[in-house]
């Protein structure tokens, strides 16, 4: 028995000793996530854009109309595929969002969009933007549904990297892609326009999200703008995607109707530069200014006129 | 490296045991027993992953399993047999060891095959010092979350490992036990998961001679 016992401890022993090796077996990797905590903050979107009382737009971020900002998020891996998506709706531009998700370890490009929609609860009842081939980075777009938003179609857009090699917390900034351009029409009050018309022939038709670009068609704009000219100024404010030489032309026209007076006039929509384009009807004289706000002499006038949301 | 230089002296002590049993008639020179044991386990984990930080805690549970002890010659010249300076036990022991952390119990049950060598210091004293194997049968729970890494445990399942164990153990002439020993585990839990179980482990045991 004895002899049983010490030949089976023996054998286990050499057993263990030659399945010993140099190098201890490591196993085989685990897939292990990482939380990655994002933290998103969109107030730069609105944060410079103004009224024509040289009044904050959106002041603190807040929506003044009951829109409400959705926050659109998507995690892409080192291949350009999304391995994850997600939309938040928030009451306004001052409400961070906090998103977690858990991933492997890699190389990642993270994208959130931030615009402004009209909802009920989660189903979005209008919307300026519409986001299209969402599973691949290369061709995420951002289409311009070419609705007149005004201020309200503010969009911002943040693309980041990030290499995940342990839990992570990042902060991300959205910045506006666009810019708000103010088309603003003084001296109205000469008595014999009747009508004012105003077109530009450029469009953005979609954001490249990968490239960082607009998409800008040429053809086919339909931007034609009959105003009746019975007030002392109008103005007009429309988002712009990045866009070079946009034509704005203009004309003022009798009752016949006949123009009175036309003119034209070239500039340049880039990201994040709010400008005021001052069209001087009675002289033709106009101006294009990258700044925030009108001047005060502007405000005043503006009190006396009227435009449209 | 120094990893390998442990197994590389453990196998020399183990040589030396089973020489100064093979220089000899093996009955005479042999005294072979079978046993039991069991004890509680103080176990942890050395965490050497830069990607998870968190301070591991000690886990208390058991071990319990068979054993079969070798004792070599005699001390004296007239002295019975399996009194020498020399031994070698071989175990096989259900061991369950784990941390804790932030209050979770975390849970690794093994199979161990510790080939452990003895020096007898007196007759009934030994020091032991040897390698084991481990296989993982289980873990609990199958998945945590740890300073926000989500780690599929369940996945360790089936993994072998080594490690050395150094310790001491008291023998009394009726066959009780009674040891302590320290298990350092020298394999990581996976290439990713640079985590190496160590385990204060106290046993008692019995020897039927």
């Keep these: 028995m004895k002899n049983i016992i010490t030949s089976i401890a023996l054998i286990a022993g050499m057993l263990f000793f030659t399945s010993c090796n140099d190098k201890p077996d490591p196993g085989k990797d685990l897939d292990i996530k990482y939380q990655l905590t994002v933290s998103i903050n969109t107030k730069n979107v609105v944060k410079d854009l103004k009224d024509l009382d040289n009044t904050d737009a959106f002041p603190g971020g807040t929506i003044d109309d009951g829109s409400h900002v959705r926050v659109n998020f998507f995690i892409y891996d080192a291949d350009g595929a999304n391995v994850y998506e997600s939309t938040q709706i928030v009451d306004d531009f001052s409400k961070s969002v906090e998103i977690k998700n858990s991933l492997k370890p890699g190389d990642y490009t993270l994208v959130v969009a931030a615009d402004m929609v009209e909802n009920t609860g989660d189903k979005i009842e209008f919307a300026c933007w519409e986001f299209k081939n969402t599973d691949d980075l290369e061709n995420l777009r951002i289409v311009d549904l070419q609705y007149n938003g005004f201020k309200y179609k503010a969009m911002g857009v943040s693309k980041s990297t990030i290499n995940l090699e342990k839990a992570e917390s990042v902060k991300i900034n959205v910045e506006p892609v666009g810019a708000l351009i103010t088309f603003y029409f003084s001296n109205l009050y000469v008595s014999e326009i009747a009508y004012l018309y105003y077109t530009w022939d450029k469009n953005s038709d979609y954001y490249l999200v990968n490239e960082e670009k607009s998409n800008v068609s040429n053809t086919d704009v339909e931007n034609e703008y009959e105003i009746e000219a019975k007030y002392t100024g109008f103005y007009d404010q429309r988002y712009f995607l990045p866009v070079q030489n946009v034509t704005l032309t203009w004309a003022t026209l009798d009752a016949k109707p006949a123009i009175i007076k036309q003119g034209s006039t070239t500039f340049n929509a880039q990201q994040a530069v709010n400008q005021i384009i001052t069209v001087d009807v009675r002289t033709g004289n106009t101006k294009v200014e990258t700044k925030s706000a009108i001047s005060l002499e502007d405000i005043e006038k503006s009190r006396k006129m009227q435009g449209k949301k | ?209």
Aim: hydrophobic fraction near 40%.
């Design chain 2, 1 to 209: 490296m120094k990893q390998k230089r442990l197994i590389m002296l453990t196998l020399l002590m183990s040589a030396m045991c089973l020489a100064s049993y093979a220089q000899g008639e093996a009955p005479k020179q042999l005294k072979s027993s079978f046993g039991v044991k069991a004890g509680m386990n103080l176990s942890t984990i050395s965490n050497g992953d830069a990607s998870i930080h968190f301070s591991p805690a000690m886990k208390a549970d058991f071990h319990m399993g068979l054993l079969a002890n070798l004792h070599f010659g005699y001390r004296d010249e007239g002295a019975p047999v399996g009194t020498g300076w020399f031994g070698l036990q071989p175990e096989l022991l259900y061991s369950r060891q784990g941390f804790a952390v932030d209050g979770e119990a975390i849970g690794f049950d093994y199979l161990t095959l510790p080939v452990m060598a003895k020096l007898y210091v007196t007759r009934n004293i030994n020091i032991e010092a040897g390698p084991y194997l481990s296989y993982l049968l289980s873990t609990s729970p199958a998945t945590t979350v740890i300073d926000d890494a989500e780690i599929p445990l369940s996945n360790l399942k089936s993994k072998t490992g080594i490690g050395v164990g150094i310790g001491a153990e008291y023998e009394t002439r009726q066959g009780l036990t009674v040891g302590v020993r320290y298990n350092l585990g020298l394999s990581d839990m996976a290439n990713n998961l640079q985590w190496k179980s160590n385990t204060l482990a106290v046993s008692v045991g019995w020897l039927f001679f």
